[in-house]
């Protein structure tokens, strides 16, 4: 094969991506991403030390699994609220492929005294929230976090709060940087009649010391290729997406939110020239210029008369 063509299908099959099966006898679906481009994405865009960017990975991840199995615009937002460094970590995925998130510390994470996830989040609370079409709220279920790994925190969260035997494992490798080089995840889960042996083997399987994800892909693997190996049955696939970090901000949608501020809240905004507005879900930065203010200002002054 040509070089320039064994290059395309090379980054074809590196590509993010996120791919959901179900079982031949219909009992058992699973879902499978591969997002080392989405996550690094984030680790760099937030600045993030190894511990706080794996942590986040890993969660990320942990949505697009559940958000594989939604549809369209349908998302999940998985929420960790913890007493350790770790106050609070974010993550969001869409359906459609788009995930974004972030990680807020309570003081800078001291990693050489930190051995354990539990250690960087300490105990607090595990959330689960979807977002989907035809329920006016959103469907929210929350746990005490359990290893703060975010695997186990899943699988008991789906086994606990929505009695969906489940199995999961996240891996994340990073270089010696600590810049992240590899992120998958898998999530496998029985229906109602699926023979839960089945599911406690494949659990203990992908469960195994020397069991990798990270290491499967790093050989050139396609995700089909893993769920081969990982899964004992036959499946179909049943959706095969391109995963992003993406994030929908926007300095209109900014100013859209600014104006529930009041005229002289930006007023002052204007006087002590702070103009810089900065996304929590993806740091990118913005700038109101003048004429944004005087836009902002003579909006709220038609509305007012
Ligand atoms: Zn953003």
């Known amino acids: ?139 929210e279920g929350i746990i005490p976090i359990q290893k703060g790994d975010i695997a186990s925190d899943l699988a008991h969260y789906f086994n606990q709060s929505e009695q969906i035997p489940s199995a999961v494992s996240l891996d994340v490798k990073l270089s010696d940087e600590g810049d992240i080089t590899q992120s998958a995840g898998i999530l496998i889960q029985a229906m109602p009649g699926a023979d839960i042996d089945l599911l406690k083997e494949i659990a203990s399987g992908i469960g195994a010391e020397g069991f990798s994800l990270c290491s499967l892909f790093a050989k050139d693997y396609s995700a089909e290729d893993v769920l081969n190996i990982v899964l004992p049955f036959d499946f179909s696939v049943t959706r095969n997406i391109q995963t992003d970090f993406f994030c929908r901000c926007s300095l209109e949608n900014f100013k859209s939110k600014l104006i529930a501020l009041g005229a002289q809240e930006i007023q002052d905004m204007k006087d002590k020239k702070q103009n810089e507005l900065v996304c929590r879900y993806c740091n990118e930065k913005y700038y109101l210029s003048d004429n944004d203010f005087t836009e902002l200002l003579s909006h709220l002054q038609v509305t007012s008369n």
């Not at 090379?10 to 991403?33: E, F, P, Q, V």
Request: aromatic residues 6%.
């Open 1 to 139: 094969m040509p070089q320039k063509k064994q290059n395309i299908k090379k980054k074809l099959l590196t590509r993010d991506r996120t791919i959901s099966i179900l079982s031949s006898d219909g009992l058992i679906r699973a879902s499978i991403t591969k997002n080392t481009d989405s996550v690094s994405q984030a680790q760099k865009r937030h600045a993030l030390d190894y511990i706080s960017a794996s942590l986040l990975a890993r969660q990320i991840s942990a949505a697009s699994l559940c958000a594989s199995f939604l549809k369209g615009e349908e998302r999940i937002i998985i929420e960790i609220q913890g007493s350790g460094p770790i106050k609070y970590i974010y993550s969001e995925a869409l359906s459609i492929g788009e995930v974004r998130g972030f990680v807020e510390l309570r003081k800078k994470l001291d990693t050489e005294n930190i051995n354990s996830f539990r250690d960087a989040v300490g105990i607090g609370l595990f959330k689960l929230c979807r977002i989907v079409y035809n329920k006016n709220i959103p469907v």
